[in-house]
């Protein structure tokens, strides 16, 4: 299935101008006016320009006549300096006009991708942000404030930028009509207008219409991102794929341009030759007119009306071309600020949702936590993962879950943690449903590592410390975290201990292995328990880690949890074992449930998987001793 | 100036291969739109003389003509647009199709440890974005310049002293080249808080990544610091803009003031009788004009000039391969099947542009049909040992032999279609799964019943059960809208891929189930070990495994443990447990979670 943004994007452009409009103040009122003056100014400064040089023409003939040093050449030079201050403010304004449209881009960008990071924030969990009506506009705001294509700043600072273009365009209109006829300018207008609205036609059809067979370019990418990036060069060599790919990204490629080729001659050639007659005609027709004008009756129509007649009827008509500085930006930058008011629209209801009825988790669970006949089911999923789901974890003590790969054990933790809501039945800490919790304050019960836990281009002391963030500055506790999850070796192998930046793209960076970055994450598991939360987490936390390190961390497993109700998940052994209860998961139901020696002596499928793992060691142990 | 010579060549050369009609009519349409320009100003002289002579009918059809030549003006550059787009979209396909070609085609990955190599390919890629855009700067650099000398030639014409007024358009330029110079020093000045900042913004967005900002309460010091970080970066960036905007605005007004010079003198002339009126029109509205060619030609010179770096690295990238692919001809020839096995020899390596040498004299001898084990700690050289069997690198010193042919004499491409592989970071191909498994074998890429065959040996088929669509389902959610799996499913699909060849000589399996749990590997080991037992029969095949799980590694014939980049023990299970050494102790250290 191709990923078409969906129909309903498209629709209601006039009120989405508006909308950007209406969102220009954020930039801050005195940098928006400046603009916005200055546009005038510069869509003016052409008129005064032609004014100038129209008198300056009609008086020559006269200063011909009366020689150099006359009063008339005096007089016509007089109107050459008054175009060429105009001249000169146009010259200076270009450069003030793009400092200004980078201060609106720069500061409209900044305040969109602080609200497009509020919208993402405001729902408590990430079931919010994978709806794909919420998805599809979360990305469009993204790609757009990423860099990828123009962005909403862009397209707010291009607006803006109209001022000046319609300005110049409507004043020599009326130049044209005041001085010479009212039906000739709205000709003009008319013929340059039109141009103009198959060029902007053109670009909408091609952003809005045209812009879905992109998609083919996506793929195309793929693979040729692939083919030149290091990630795959070993299995391109072995598996021989090069002349594969090639192919697949040009058939891939073509997939697009060959529609894309026929629609554009549709849209960018067709519509534009009877447009370019037309304005070819009304252009020819009025200067033929004024010309014929002037030459048959210059008592009606001056040479210095005829200067001033053509060279505005020229200007009315330079409305019909690309605006470089606006065009591409305001059609393309409109998606960001689609997507944007699209997530603000939902915002709100997602941060009433996370309050709750305003209960105080602090403390919480002192018995236990209980999920209670709790169905869930991913969004698009066909099946449950967990149906009529109950377990009692029990506060202050460790429980391990155990199963197979897609058995459920991942989304019981998510479910805790809030990051999915349940369709049916509830989840219970003493008692009290977790719904009525606020949920930030839920979460920060939980210390967690996630099995893919993140990895912040920021320093030791920050990756650490944003496991309980208002004690990051304190050295002691990052420190005590650290030495207890196993890093304090890390720490002290780094140049800049604490301070050092965990990404080589920065100064005095470094990068971490995968087992370094496990125990940094563990560390910042255990900072939140610093930080007061007495939930711990742990979904595969010994995954990257080797064979002495994953000994080391279980050695100190029964240290690190005490009176911490720890959930472990995991399918090594190793780990399991040491957990106080162990339940096995199989396609979302509890099948056994027990200590470790309970569920060996049971007999059933723990049994079966530790025996086929034992098998491997245990009869080793004579030689061993 | 033979860098752009050299560009001209790249660019139009393909293009005239690829469509050299469309090309043709592009340039034309171009070269009428730049004269019309030009051309309105002499039109505009004609009308105004003959208006002021009375000639009513002259100055009628100057005035049909001027609209006719504004329209050619506006109009023509577009209609030649579209036709260089759209072929410049060709282009691309034929530099990226050439580009995939060098790169994957290059016999070793030795290119890729050097900086400089991955620097410029990192480039290339980025380059990539706009490759399609590369007939646009020598077009539009072309129209201008075309413009330019038309321009000067009818302003001569009026007075000589107007071919200074090109001159006067260098202050804007280099202005205009200070100007941005100041704010690329800024940009670059603050590269690392633009890139801290594109980080925290891009795990804000992302779901995954709000998992755990969730949990630990990270929302609002990730907004505060994102935007503070932006905000910094917006304040340096404006204080560049600011003092470029100066250096801009003084260039301007330079050009502005021979700007008025040169009117200054026409209208002097033609007070002094000696030009016309039509020729002051033609020269205001011709100067000006100089101006924005000349900053049109300096705006697209940047492009120009990237485009020249972009084809520089290309043909960089082309002379580097070419000098590393190995000099000599391959003078033997694979074996059909292994007789005596592989040998190495005093074999040492060290990644090239390093002195660290990360495997040094190893010598061993691995015998046809035999199953081995690397074992050892993180960064003691398993995985190099694996890339130089691949031939992705050759020994620094020593050598390897395959029955006792050097490897180096070997066709790559020959040995490798007997090689079976499946790589710790294996490739997450987004593709239908039945290609994903299927490229394991190219020929065979669209043989669903090899696939489901390699699948079954790598005990995976129940995956195809397990998602919509099967092997028909489209894996993967970067480009399309497909499947997104676990990644011990990823890990299954890759070692399905791994045996998709049914003859190798070699297989390869650089920890191939570390996301695996302990059931599905147990299976799978099982089944491997007694497929590979019919291959090694078949063709004395040689299967190499790295592993971390001592269950795993001690179904091998033979184990080498290697430290430091030696290999420091080796010999069966029970022989490295009774030696005492390193094996044994890591072993009793993971059977201890058994016990």
């Known amino acids: 299935m191709a990923r078409e943004p969906s129909e309903s994007i498209f629709t209601n452009r006039p009120a989405e101008r508006i909308q950007i409009l209406r969102s220009l103040p954020v930039v801050g009122w005195p940098t928006l006016v400046g603009a916005v003056l200055l546009q005038l100014v510069a869509g003016l400064l052409p008129v005064g320009f032609i004014v100038s040089t129209s008198v300056l023409i009609g008086r020559i003939p006269a200063a011909a006549a009366a020689g150099t040093g006359s009063h008339a050449a005096y007089l016509a030079e007089e109107a050459l300096f008054a175009a060429a201050a105009f001249f000169v403010l146009q010259q ?127 793929r195309s990418w793929y693979f040729r991102n692939l083919a030149l990036g290091t990630v795959a060069a070993k299995e391109i060599r072995v598996f021989g794929l090069t002349a594969w790919m090639k192919e697949r990204y040009h058939q891939a490629s073509l997939d697009h341009l060959k529609p894309y080729s026929e629609r554009r001659w549709k849209v960018w050639v067709l519509p534009f030759l009877p447009a370019t007659l037309l304005a ?14 002037a030459g048959a009756h210059p008592d009606q129509v001056s040479l210095q009306d005829l200067a001033l007649v053509i060279q505005a009827a020229i200007a009315t008509l330079a409305v019909a071309s690309w605006y470089h500085e606006a065009d591409m930006q305001t059609q393309f930058g409109l998606r960001g600020h689609r997507g944007l008011n699209k997530l603000d629209s939902w915002r709100l209801g997602d941060e009433t949702d996370a309050g709750g009825t305003g209960r105080d988790p602090a403390g919480l669970p002192l018995r236990e936590i209980r999920f209670e006949s709790v169905t869930f089911t991913y969004p698009g999923a066909p099946e449950p993962v967990l149906s009529r789901f109950d377990l009692t974890i029990e506060a202050g003590a460790s429980l391990a879950i155990v199963g197979l790969n897609g058995a459920g054990k991942t989304t019981i933790v998510k479910l805790l943690a809030r990051l999915y809501e349940p369709q049916e039945g509830r989840i219970t800490c003493d008692g009290i449903d977790i719904r009525d919790f606020p949920a930030a304050a839920w979460q920060r019960r939980i210390g967690a590592i996630f099995q ?91 995954a990257n880690l080797d064979v002495r390190a994953e000994v080391e961390f279980f050695g100190q497993f029964l240290e690190l949890t005490r009176g911490l109700t720890t959930i472990v998940i995991s399918h090594r052994f190793s780990t399991v074992r040491r957990a106080d209860r162990v339940v096995v998961l199989q396609q979302g139901r509890i099948i056994e449930d027990g200590t470790h020696a309970e569920l060996v002596a049971l007999g059933g499928l723990y049994a079966e998987l530790f025996e086929l793992q034992a098998a491997r060691f245990v009869d080793e142990q004579p030689e061993l001793a | 100036m033979r860098d752009l010579a050299r560009t001209i060549r790249f660019v139009f050369g393909a293009a005239w291969r690829v469509a050299p009609g469309r090309i043709s009519i592009a340039v034309v349409l171009l070269v009428l739109g730049s004269l019309s320009g030009p051309l309105v100003g002499l039109a505009l002289k004609h009308l105004f003389n003959d208006a002021v002579r009375h000639d009513v009918r002259a100055a009628t059809l100057a005035g049909v003509l001027t609209g006719l030549l504004l329209l050619a003006a506006q109009t023509l550059g577009h209609f030649s647009h579209h036709l260089y787009f759209m072929l410049g979209h060709r282009l691309r396909l034929v530099y990226d199709e050439d580009l995939m070609e060098l790169t994957g085609g290059a ?71 200070w100007a941005s110079a100041k704010v690329e020093a800024a940009r670059v000045e603050t590269a690392e808080d633009a890139r801290l900042a594109r980080h925290l913004f891009s795990l804000g967005v992302d779901a995954a990544a ?61 007070i002094a009788g000696r030009r016309s009126p039509g020729d002051v029109v033609l020269v205001v509205a011709l ?100 890339k130089l069997l691949c031939r992705f690198y050759e020994p620094t010193e020593g050598r390897i032999l395959v ?23 294996f490739v997450k191909y987004e593709l239908l799964m039945a290609e994903t498994v299927g490229v394991g074998d190219v020929p065979r890429v669209t043989d669903r019943a090899a696939v489901a065959a390699a699948l079954d040996r790598a005990h995976a088929l129940d995956l195809v059960d397990q998602v919509p669509d099967g092997l028909e389902g489209q894996l993967g959610r970067s480009y399309w809208d497909g499947l997104e799996l676990s990644g011990g499913q990823w890990q299954k699909l890759a070692l399905g891929r791994a045996m998709m060849r049914e003859q190798p000589l070699l297989v390869v399996l650089d920890e191939p189930t570390a996301a695996l749990d302990a059931h599905a590997e147990h299976a799978l080991f099982e089944r491997y070990a007694a497929s590979t037992r019919a291959a090694a029969t078949a063709a004395g095949a040689i299967t190499l495994f790295v592993s971390h799980r001592f269950s795993t590694v001690r179904m091998a014939d033979l184990i080498l443990v290697v430290r430091d980049g030696h290999v420091a023990e080796r010999g069966s299970h029970e022989e490295l447990l009774a030696l005492g050494g390193t094996y044994a102790e890591l072993f009793s250290l993971q059977a201890s979670a058994y016990r």
């Open chain 1, 452 to 542: 893919d836990f993140l990895r912040y281009e920021l320093t030791l002391r920050e990756n650490v410390g944003y496991g309980a963030v208002e004690l990051a500055d304190d050295t002691d506790v990052v420190n005590r975290a650290l030495e207890r999850g196993g890093a304090a070796e890390l720490r002290d192998s780094l140049d800049h201990g604490l301070e050092t930046m965990l990404s080589r793209e920065y100064e005095d960076g470094t990068d971490l292995s995968g087992g370094q970055w496990q125990r940094v994450a563990i560390a910042r598991a255990l900072m939140a328990v610093e930080g007061g939360a007495s939930v711990l987490v742990l979904d595969e936390p010994t």
């Open chain 2, 287 to 386: 100067a000006g004009q100089v101006n924005q060619q000349v900053s049109s030609i300096v705006g697209t010179a940047t492009q120009l000039q990237r485009l020249s770096k972009a084809v520089g690295r290309i043909l960089w990238l082309r002379g580097l391969i070419a000098e590393l692919e190995p000099a000599q001809v391959p003078s033997g020839n694979v074996p059909a099947r292994l007789e005596r096995g592989i040998r190495l020899e005093g074999v040492a390596f060290a990644y090239p542009g390093t002195d660290t040498p990360i495997l040094s004299d190893v010598t061993l001898e691995i015998p046809a049909g035999m199953t081995v084990a690397i074992v050892g700690e993180n960064g003691a050289g398993k995985t190099t040992l694996v």
């Open chain 2, 107 to 177: 016999t070793g990955l030795e290119q890729h440890e050097r900086a400089d190599y991955a620097d410029r390919l990192e480039l290339v890629r980025q380059d990539g974005h706009s490759f399609y855009d590369t007939l646009q700067p020598l077009m539009s650099t072309g129209a201008n310049v075309v413009s330019l000398i038309f321009i000067s030639v009818l302003l001569v014409q009026v007075q000589p002293l107007l071919l200074l007024l090109p001159l006067f358009a260098l202050p804007p330029l280099f202005g205009g080249k």
């Open chain 1, 280 to 293: 070819a005609a009304t252009a020819s027709a009025a200067l033929a007119l004024v010309a014929h004008a």
């Open chain 2, 210 to 270: 709000g998992k755990e900002l969730r949990v630990f309460g990270l929302q609002d010091v990730l907004r505060r610091r994102q935007h503070a970080l932006w905000d910094g970066v917006t304040r340096r960036l404006l204080r560049a803009q600011l003092a470029g905007t100066f250096l801009n605005a003084v260039g301007q007004l330079l050009f502005a003031l021979g700007y008025v010079g040169a009117v200054l003198l026409v209208v002097h002339d033609a």
């Open chain 2, 403 to 425: 029955d006792g042919v050097d490897l180096r004499d070997l066709d790559p491409v020959a040995w490798r279609e007997r090689i079976a592989a499946g790589f710790q970071d």
């Open chain 1, 92 to 218: 200076i304004l270009a450069p003030l006009q793009m400092l200004l449209t980078v201060r609106v881009t720069r500061r409209f960008d900044g305040a969109a991708r602080d609200r497009l990071l509020r919208a993402s924030f405001a729902s408590a969990g990430i079931a919010e942000l994978e709806d794909p009506e919420r998805h599809e506009a979360l990305v469009m705001a993204r790609d757009s404030l990423a860099g990828f294509w123009f962005s909403p700043g862009e397209a707010s600072a291009g607006t803006i930028a109209l001022v000046s273009r319609y300005t110049t365009c409507i004043a020599m209109a009326i130049v044209v009509g005041a001085v010479y006829s009212w039906p000739v300018a709205l000709m003009v207008l008319a013929g340059g207008l039109t141009l103009r609205f198959v060029w902007r036609h053109g670009l909408t059809i091609e952003v809005e219409r045209l812009g879905p067979l992109w998609r083919h370019v996506d």
